[in-house]
């Protein structure tokens, strides 16, 4: 964790940047996941659950010390109560995210089941309301005398954001040849121009 005020926030800026990739990677590994079916491979999921499991953990880590520092060392804590708020809400949204995943499996096994479709419908508003409050949060974070702008990972290095952590692999069966579908190992987002072209 950076101990300069500036850097400091630099870095809360990248790792919610990260957030956004490592949920971009959850959402194409499921994905991935349901194509599988009817006979799932769900080992290879259970893994990349893990791995993104393993992500939002070191994420969350390290926002919270910067939080700390916050509060402590730069006697912000205006600034660290927002952080607090903050990581509330993004620990809902992944309990969202997973109970949109899994409602999306029974909706695929149960075709018929009206009520499937309703409750994905019911996640999804949940989702949205949970988002429009996690910007509302952000924006007054930036207004609260940040001498930096919410986007300055996005001007830095908006692909090596996850650099520094080891990349999720998913890989279906009947893929043959392919590369995994989420990312590759040691390697960053370069040269995934299909990638890239979906986000």
């Avoid at 520092?69 to 997973?98: G, N, V, Y």
């Avoid at 695929?108 to 509302?136: A, F, G, M, R």
């Amino acid at each position: 964790v950076p101990t300069d005020f500036k850097a400091l926030i630099q870095r809360f800026y990248q790792l919610q940047a990260e957030r956004v990739e490592t949920y971009q990677l959850f959402e194409e590994g499921h994905e991935a996941y349901l194509r599988t079916g009817p006979h799932y491979d769900f080992d290879h999921y259970r893994q990349l659950v893990h791995e993104i499991t393993q992500a939002f953990c070191g994420i969350s880590k390290e926002v919270l010390e910067i939080k700390e520092k916050l509060h402590q060392e730069f006697d912000r804590p205006a600034l660290s109560e927002h952080i607090e708020k903050l990581q509330s809400k993004e620990k809902q949204k992944l309990e969202l995210t997973a109970k949109l995943q899994l409602a999306r499996q029974r909706a695929q096994d149960h075709p018929e089941d009206e009520d499937c479709q309703e409750q994905i419908q019911e996640i999804k508003h949940e989702i949205i309301k949970n988002k429009e409050v996690l910007s509302e949060i952000m924006q007054d974070f930036n207004l609260i005398d940040i001498p930096l702008q919410p986007d300055t990972c996005l001007r830095t290095q908006p692909k090596n954001c996850l650099s520094s952590r080891r990349r999720v692999e998913f890989c279906s069966p009947g893929l043959g040849s392919q590369e995994p579908l989420c990312s590759r190992s040691g390697r960053g987002r370069e040269g995934e121009s299909g990638s890239e072209e979906r986000q």
